[in-house]
């Protein structure tokens, strides 16, 4: 008989976190997700993909409901034909904008989600027409989010993405510590440790788990979120569930070999 895997532990033959080309930033068919996760030895591949409301922006990354629609019948297409080598979940992630949280409620409740993902992808700033994305790679955003002080930006998000868990109903919150990610030099200070304690103990209430995204390895080598905040999860005793965030097929189960080695150990998280 296999040994238990520790609570701590997220599985590793699981990837949670995987978009498809529907969201208008990934490439290639979801079959060939499927088919990786299958080549990587995975039990299970979770598509997750992007859910907004309200956001005014130029770029458009996130799906209508009728591409939710089309993701629904080719992901249940995928589960029936490929069933007896993998298992299929279809998921989202649901980003929060203030103001706009019954609508999401709404969308949500339309449909059957194996997971949702919550996060905050987008805020508006005063004087601006437009959201800034925080996690874009655009000169532009990053320039916007210098002119108006990433620390103020980072406060902000946090706030934004703990009324995010306190309204909707997820299963994890992903990505937690990427907001700003392509901006140099970004840090967090003691008031945003602060501020994820909190958001932590509100995860911890809701019966939620915090993803560990390994696409942070590619960006900062070392996952979203941090080894501060892991240990700051787990003496939560909040689990954790993997995910890549992968936006082309070659991404799936990206340095799950690797990531054992990043995870501290329940004794590290002690006070």
């Not at 997700?33 to 299958?38: C, L, R, S, T």
């Not at 299970?44 to 019948?73: N, P």
Request: contains cysteine; glycine residues 8%.
């Amino acid at each position: 008989m296999p040994a238990k895997r520790p609570r701590y532990l997220p599985d590793l033959l699981c990837d949670s976190h995987v978009h498809t080309r529907f969201c208008g930033h990934a490439t290639g068919e979801m079959e060939k997700y499927v088919q990786a996760a299958i080549s990587h030895g995975l039990r299970k591949i979770v598509f997750l993909e992007h859910m907004e409301e309200g956001i005014l922006t130029q770029a458009k990354t996130w799906l209508s409901e009728e591409d939710f629609d089309r993701y629904f019948v080719e992901g249940r297409r995928l589960a029936e034909q490929y069933g007896s080598q993998i298992e299929i979940g279809l998921g989202v992630e649901c980003g929060y904008n203030e103001g706009h949280g019954e609508a999401l409620l709404t969308r949500l409740g339309k449909r059957q989600w194996d997971r949702i993902g919550i996060s905050c992808h987008f805020i508006k700033l005063p004087g601006v027409p437009e959201h800034l994305n925080m996690f874009s790679k655009q000169a532009e955003n990053i320039d916007l989010a210098r002119r108006f002080g990433p620390e103020r930006i980072l406060d902000r998000y946090l706030a934004l993405l703990h009324q995010a868990i306190r309204q909707l109903p997820g299963t994890f919150v992903c990505h937690l510590d990427a907001a700003l990610r392509r901006v140099p030099g970004i840090t967090l200070t003691a008031g945003h440790y602060r501020m994820i304690d909190e958001l932590l103990r509100t995860v911890k209430e809701k019966g939620m788990a915090l993803e560990l995204n390994t696409s942070g390895l590619d960006m900062r080598g070392e996952p979203f979120p941090t080894r501060r905040i892991l240990s700051m999860a787990l003496a939560c005793d909040i689990p954790m569930v993997l995910g890549s965030d992968a936006h082309k097929p070659a991404d799936v189960a990206r340095h799950f070999a690797d990531i054992a080695g990043f995870i501290p150990s329940p004794l590290e998280s002690c006070p």
